[in-house]
């Protein structure tokens, strides 16, 4: 495993990281499948783990919270994320200074820890001043409560606002973004990734893998995987990515893969981390086999005569997309 610094900060992050979103806790099969899933990406060097308080109804933290609590604190990082519901209050929600102080003591309750190595502003609350979410954020670093915090999913114009104010008020610095970013999705590139050098900003995106499109198990003309995320995915994200353009892609993407004696989940990540802005990436694992094989991608160097190839599949063009 390799390690980057998060942005231009003192944080070493594993270039792959482990997220909770996709966490199954409903059967004890799933739960045992999960907790070797976490324990063999930690014996593997992956020292950086990201949830969210509003995974799985707050579980996912728990559980998360249950197997970090085997390994020395020092040895790992750990992340969460506010601004979803999390309960049927009107200010159980937002970025609201109220919920922020709230979720915080229970994000750090969930996961029994003292502090959270990164904290994320999950979305952006049009309903609430800037002003007010950035000191809270601010005040946390201060209290020791957060080492690192930043947002996910937020528009370039909101993210350099937030970056003027933090200035203009004399508050702790931003020091990381997670966006989503992927083959499929490279709005970064256009304006984001510019602004978070410039500030020495770290970014950890997720959905390096595009919902699972980008490890090669739906392929054109082929029936969906049984049990696969098409098939069971509550907001059909995964679905909504299986076009003929895409489709054809992955095709050509495997090839590419299997040239260089690797596979396409390996080479997706391995371009996303040709970018030297970014810091970690977020993956999501249903068993340890996947966590092995992701982590394969760590230092996996490609050639510029490969990269210019997938250039030419992927014939990117930027667009102007819904960011959130």
């Known amino acids: ?48 783990f990201d949830c969210a308080d509003a995974y799985s109804g707050g579980q996912a933290e728990i559980f998360l919270g249950n197997i970090l609590k085997e390994f020395e604190r020092s040895s790992f990082a750990v992340s969460s994320k506010v601004f979803f519901p999390t309960g049927n209050g009107v200010n159980d929600r937002g970025l609201s200074r109220k919920h922020i102080i709230e979720q915080i003591d229970k994000s750090l309750t969930n996961l029994q820890v003292d ?24 005040d946390l670093v201060a209290q020791g409560k957060v080492l690192y915090y930043g947002v996910s999913e937020w ?49 950890v995106p997720f959905s390096p893998l595009s919902q699972g499109l980008l490890t090669g198990k739906y392929r054109k003309g082929q029936v969906i995987p049984e049990g696969s995320r098409a098939t069971h995915q509550a907001d059909r994200q995964i679905n909504n ?8 892609k992955v095709e050509r993407l495997i090839q590419v893969a299997e040239g260089l004696g690797t596979n396409l989940s390996v080479l997706a990540l391995a371009w ?14 249903s068993r340890p ?21 997938i250039e030419h599949i992927l014939d990117y063009k930027p667009t102007v997309r819904k960011i959130g």
Request: glycine content about 6%.
């Open 272 to 285: 996303c981390l040709r970018k030297p802005q970014i810091s970690s990436l977020i993956t999501g694992a």
């Open 115 to 138: 502090y959270l190595d990164l904290y994320f502003c999950h979305r952006y609350d049009e309903s609430t001043p800037l002003e007010e979410t950035l000191q809270a954020m601010s």
């Open 289 to 309: 086999e996947q966590i092995e094989n992701n982590i394969a991608a760590s230092g996996f160097e490609l050639s510029e005569e490969i990269l210019t190839e």
């Open 241 to 248: 990515l299986l076009t003929e353009d895409h489709l054809d």
């Open 1 to 48: 495993m390799k390690y980057r610094n998060l942005g231009k900060w003192g944080l070493k992050v594993s270039e792959i990281a482990l997220g909770s979103w996709m966490t199954d806790v409903q059967t004890p099969e799933s739960v045992d499948t999960a907790k070797k899933s976490i324990r063999r990406a930690y014996d593997l060097g992956v020292n950086f």
């Open 155 to 203: 528009t370039p114009v909101q993210l350099t606002e937030a970056l003027y104010l933090i200035k203009e008020m004399g508050l702790r610095p931003m020091s990381v973004i997670q966006p989503q970013y992927n083959m499929m999705d490279r709005y970064i590139e256009d304006e984001i990734m510019g602004i978070c050098q410039k500030h020495g900003l770290g970014i």
